[in-house]
């Protein structure tokens, strides 16, 4: 595989069903080890429960604050610069605490496919 630039676009950001808006930075069947995602959660909200079947996530904070809850562990404070890794097949939901928008790299390994994703609560 040769050298590959993706340019950012703002304007391909979306809202997902998981309760944030995602700009997908790199997901291509082409390197299905990783896929990287944009994540914008508002302030006060909370995303939706959920699971991701055989993939990892990890998100890298970049800004704001956020309160991730993981699987029965407590509750975890990120702010920027924290990584957090999250299993997978393990349910999560994270919070804005913050007055900003929490910003956040979701990296996935393998990439993230919407087949992989399990909402768990309505």
């Known amino acids: 595989m040769g050298i590959r630039l993706e ?31 944009r994540a914008r959660v508002e302030s006060g909200k909370t995303t939706k429960w959920h699971a991701l079947e055989s993939i990892t996530e990890r ?6 604050q956020g309160r991730a809850e993981v699987g029965d562990s407590e509750a975890q404070l990120l702010e920027k610069g924290d990584m957090l890794i999250i299993p997978a097949n393990t ?19 393998p990439r993230f496919t ?7 609560e309505v």
């Not at 998100?59 to 704001?64: H, T």
């Not at 919407?114 to 768990?120: I, M, T």
């Open 7 to 37: 340019k950012y676009d703002s304007g391909k950001e979306y809202f997902f069903e998981e309760g944030c808006f995602i700009t997908e930075l790199s997901n291509s069947e082409a390197y299905p080890e990783v896929s990287v995602a």
């Open 59 to 64: 998100y890298l904070i970049l800004e704001g």
């Open 91 to 109: 349910r999560q939901r994270i919070t804005n605490v913050g007055n900003e928008d929490l910003i956040f790299l979701a990296i996935c390994s």
């Open 114 to 120: 919407k087949s992989a994703y399990r909402q768990l």
